[in-house]
């Protein structure tokens, strides 16, 4: 059994910080791929960054310049630094990570966490 587990969200002013955590516990082999995706009202869920398991990295464009992912292989954790926040930033943030399960051979398969709540505003 994997659980991705977030921590980290909340309420801040525009222009504002916050950073994302989130851990992988749980019978793992190994994390590859991770990242972060986000959901506002009525809208689809949308990828925000992603991170390789050597720390390549791609970012939306709208993100770009003001948050930065980051990892930690040891602890399996991937991390979001979100600066110069903006209302339109405001969504239910999702952990996603592809795992080897430990004993499933080298397959990996997606999880997801159960998501923190960033509101942006004034």
């Known amino acids: 059994q994997v659980q991705l587990v977030e921590s980290g969200g909340g309420l801040v002013q525009p222009g504002g910080s916050l950073r994302l955590s989130c851990t992988a516990s749980g019978s793992i082999f190994r994390v590859n791929a991770m990242g972060w995706y986000r959901q506002a009202p009525g809208k689809e869920r949308e990828l925000v960054s992603a991170i390789s398991r050597v720390g390549s990295t791609n970012y939306r464009d709208s993100v770009k310049g003001r948050f930065t992912i980051s990892r930690d292989n040891a602890k399996n954790a991937v991390y979001l630094q979100m600066n110069s926040l903006k209302p339109e930033d405001t969504a239910v943030y999702y952990c996603?990570?592809?795992?080897?399960?430990?004993?499933?051979?080298?397959?990996?398969?997606?999880?997801w966490g159960q998501g923190t709540q960033v509101t942006v505003s004034s």
């Open positions: 996603h990570a592809e795992v080897v399960p430990l004993g499933l051979g080298l397959a990996g398969y997606e999880y």
